[in-house]
Every structure is written in structure tokens, then in C-alpha cells.
């Protein structure tokens, strides 16, 4: 497995990566090989003290020789948040946490050649609140 990732900090509420990676599974008892591929990015800003606004990206490629089939995935994800507090802590944090989230899912089986009598399974999701501690 090759894995790059690369981190950015423009400043002190702007935070970013991108992620690049490839790796191969060889089964020896069949000689087959699988590869996937994946490039990803996230970004975060923190709009105010506790409200941030981040949003992510994922798409990756897959072969499988043995199935003679190609992979397809792709994950889209937008959200705001906003932390609160419960009861007062020393260190002023806060406890809780409500998110607006917007997320979409993608994926694909393919057939080498020919093009594919079954429709990619698309997902999409709306979350409007989750809180968590």
C-alpha cells in the first residue's frame, strides 16, 4: 500500500488535506490481483468560536481481475455544526454538539467490456440533528 497525504493550515480557522493512495492485493493460490485507488480532500472552517462549516470528498477506482470487474466509489459530504454546553466546565469547553449535514454516495460495479444492464446504487442523506458528547 502507497499512501500520500498532504495537510494544510492557511490559518488558524482554515484547515485542509488531501489524501492520494494505491494498493494491491495478490491472492497466490488463483495469481489474481486487485488494485483500488483513492484521492480524497477535506476542508474545515471555523466560522466562530463553536460553529464550523467543513465539507469532504472521496472518490476511488477498483480492479478485480478475477471478476473481470471495475469498482467505482464516491462520497460527498457537506456540514455545519454548532457546539453548545450543558453545565460549565473549567476549561470552557464544550459538551455537545449539533450538526447540519448534507452527505451522497455513489458507488458503481462495471464489467470490463461491456457496459452493465444494472444502474450504479446511488445514496443520498440528509441528517438535521445528531447530537454527541
Not at 15 to 29: A, C, F, H, R
Not at 73 to 97: K, P, V, W
Not at 112 to 131: A, D, G, K, M, Y
Request: proline fraction near 3%; hydrophobic fraction near 35%; aromatic fraction near 6%.
Amino acid at each position: 500500500m502507497q499512501n500520500l497525504t498532504l495537510s494544510l493550515l492557511p490559518g488558524a480557522r482554515l484547515t485542509s488535506s488531501v489524501d492520494l493512495s494505491s494498493e494491491q492485493q495478490k491472492n497466490v493460490e488463483s495469481g489474481t490481483t486487485q488494485k483500488l485507488q483513492r484521492l480524497g480532500a477535506s476542508v474545515q472552517w471555523q466560522l466562530l468560536r463553536n460553529t464550523a462549516i467543513s465539507g469532504s470528498f472521496s472518490q476511488s477506482w477498483g480492479r478485480d481481475g478475477m471478476s473481470a470487474q471495475k469498482t467505482q466509489h464516491s462520497e460527498q459530504q457537506l456540514a455545519l455544526s454548532q457546539g453548545f454546553t450543558i453545565y460549565r466546565r473549567l476549561d470552557s469547553g464544550t459538551q455537545g454538539r449539533i450538526f447540519l449535514r448534507y452527505a451522497r454516495t455513489r458507488a458503481a460495479v462495471l464489467p470490463f467490456e461491456t457496459p452493465s444492464l444494472l444502474e450504479p446504487r446511488i445514496t443520498w442523506t440528509l441528517n438535521v440533528v445528531r447530537l454527541c458528547c
